[in-house]
């Protein structure tokens, strides 16, 4: 729903990002993407889809992403967005690594045991990001 330029609300759909946002919450939304930090919580679009997702920014343009033994290393060392995940990060291999180009982003669900992100589809463009949430209204 578009208020007014600059900004949207969307309404969560799944339980991706419990505990934090649950199905059915209202986002109001900034289409000010400018200086995206690791924790924002994003809207966007997979190109190979026409669904919007709303995921965490963990890994930033010219990072490197890992996953060993279930924590998550930015540049081969402990993050504190390690806060924001309870158990350890599952992944299909023990091993994972992505290095992100100068317009991509590597985001994960809060409630990672149950979500889909890049550790799935891979690496999130900027182009597909549409906004990032400001506010959880309810």
Partial sequence: ?????????????GNSMN????EGNVLFCSKNID????GNVVVFRMESSNKYYVK???????????IVDGTLL???????????????LKTKNELENW???????????????NSTDSRNYGLVNELDIT?????KIC
């Fill in 19 to 22: 505990p934090f946002l649950k």
């Fill in 99 to 113: 290095v992100l180009g100068s317009d991509q982003y590597f985001v994960i669900g809060d409630n990672f045991l």
């Fill in 56 to 66: 965490r920014i963990v890994g930033l343009p010219g990072e490197t992403v890992e």
């Fill in 35 to 38: 200086n995206l930090k690791r």
């Fill in 74 to 88: 930015i540049n081969n060392r402990l993050d504190e967005i390690n806060k924001f995940f309870k158990f350890p």
């Fill in 131 to 135: 906004c990032k949430m400001i506010l």
């Fill in 1 to 13: 729903m578009r208020l007014f330029n600059g900004f949207d609300f969307y309404k969560v759909v």
